[in-house]
């Protein structure tokens, strides 16, 4: 069976938080807890934190769209955080928490702009979707102790308050598309 996987790459806030729902997502083959859309080679998290490199936290998901589709994986990201906000999510400010979709075909461009046009126009959120889309650029894997952290620390508070919640949400709201 010959399968073709794309790549999607999401900004949520926290890569914790948004790593940890999309590891549970059928049809996700990876997911890697990264840092793109900046100016700086190659930057550490330190660097990143400052919000001085212009990178975002982000997840690079590689999937099978056979199995779940571009629109499929957006509607869980605009469920698990808030897109109104501008460079912050909940507690976490800075641009590197900015909302963002970073796309690698002209076909998930156009997918992510007709979702953000229907959210927009059924005025879902009380305030304007300030969500980026832009290609993917200057993308850098986080550092290794960052990948996989909720599913390693899921006792560790920043965890439990705010990554464990989305993953209930992901869970309640989307059951049909869980890993089993």
């Not at 998901?61 to 897109?83: G, K, N, W």
């Not at 308050?161 to 869980?178: G, M, S």
Request: proline content about 5%; aromatic content about 12%.
């Amino acid at each position: 069976m010959n399968h073709t996987f794309q790549t999607i790459t999401l900004g949520g806030g926290c890569f914790w938080c948004t790593e940890a729902v999309f590891v549970e997502v059928q049809g996700i083959v990876d997911v890697e807890s990264g840092y793109s859309n900046g100016h700086v080679h190659q930057p550490s998290y330190e660097a990143v934190c400052t919000g001085t490199t212009g990178h975002n936290e982000v997840v690079k998901l590689v999937y099978d769209p056979a199995v779940i589709s571009t629109r499929e994986i957006l509607e869980i990201f605009f469920v698990i955080h808030d897109p109104t906000t501008l460079n912050r999510q909940g507690n976490d400010t800075g641009t590197q928490y900015r909302s963002g979709i970073y796309v690698s075909t002209p076909e998930q461009e156009a997918v992510a702009r007709e979702l953000l046009a229907e959210l927009t126009a059924s005025k879902h959120y009380d305030r304007p979707i300030v969500t980026e889309v832009l290609a993917l650029q200057n993308y850098w894997p986080a550092e290794a102790y960052h990948q996989d952290f909720f599913a390693r620390n899921p006792n560790q508070g920043y965890c439990m308050a705010v990554a464990a919640p989305k993953v209930a949400k992901f869970r309640k709201t989307f059951a049909r598309l869980q890993k089993p």
